[in-house]
């Protein structure tokens, strides 16, 4: 049983060394990595975007549901009436207040998407500004995406200075 005590203890002392952080090898001039979602998300207006989304988001949530309670409350006015009212007529008028519900839905969704295009639309236009800049000063050949690399050298990663460069031209995005 003391052998099992001290293997065990053994095991679980080995288990938690860390390991030795991988390293790669020397830079490869010319090559560089960047990470698009890394610089969009860092940035200044990436986070600008996602704030005012987010905001954006709730305010439409709020609205429809607002509009919907109308909506759900004009359904049940209808349906305490069935019995007065024609088959067909009430069938019209549900399919009517059906059709109001789902109209009201696709347009909040076409004014969130419209304003997330059109603040990713500038945030695209500075990054590829901020990219252009950074890769002729690091003196780029190729540019590759990091996130789908196993590993790099730090060197190499031009996703900060991207960032930095996106933040010079690049403070807030204006969905509205």
């Known amino acids: 049983m003391r052998i099992i005590v001290l293997f065990a203890a053994f095991v679980l ?20 990595l960047l990470s698009r979602t890394g610089a ?4 200044r207006a990436g ?5 005012q989304l987010k905001q954006m988001q709730g305010a439409l949530s709020g609205d429809l549901a607002r509009q919907r309670t109308v909506i759900d409350q004009q359904r049940r006015t209808l349906e305490a009436r069935q019995n007065s009212t024609a088959p067909i007529e009430y069938q019209r008028q549900y399919s009517a207040l059906n059709q109001q519900a789902q109209a009201l839905e696709q347009q909040q969704n076409v004014r969130f ?22 890769v002729t000063r690091a003196n780029c050949s190729v540019v590759l995406e990091r996130d789908n ?3 790099w050298n730090n060197a190499m990663d031009i996703t900060p200075a991207v960032t930095q460069e996106m933040d010079g031209l690049l403070q807030n995005v204006a969905l509205q």
């Open 40 to 43: 969009i998300g860092a940035s």
């Open 113 to 134: 998407i419209t304003a997330q295009t059109r603040g990713q639309q500038q945030i695209d236009q500075a990054l590829n500004t901020a990219l252009g800049r950074i």
């Open 13 to 32: 002392t080995f288990a938690s060394v860390a390991a030795p952080a991988q390293t790669f090898g020397p830079p490869i001039q010319g090559l560089c």
């Open 47 to 51: 986070q600008s975007m996602q704030a």
């Open 149 to 151: 690399s196993y590993g």
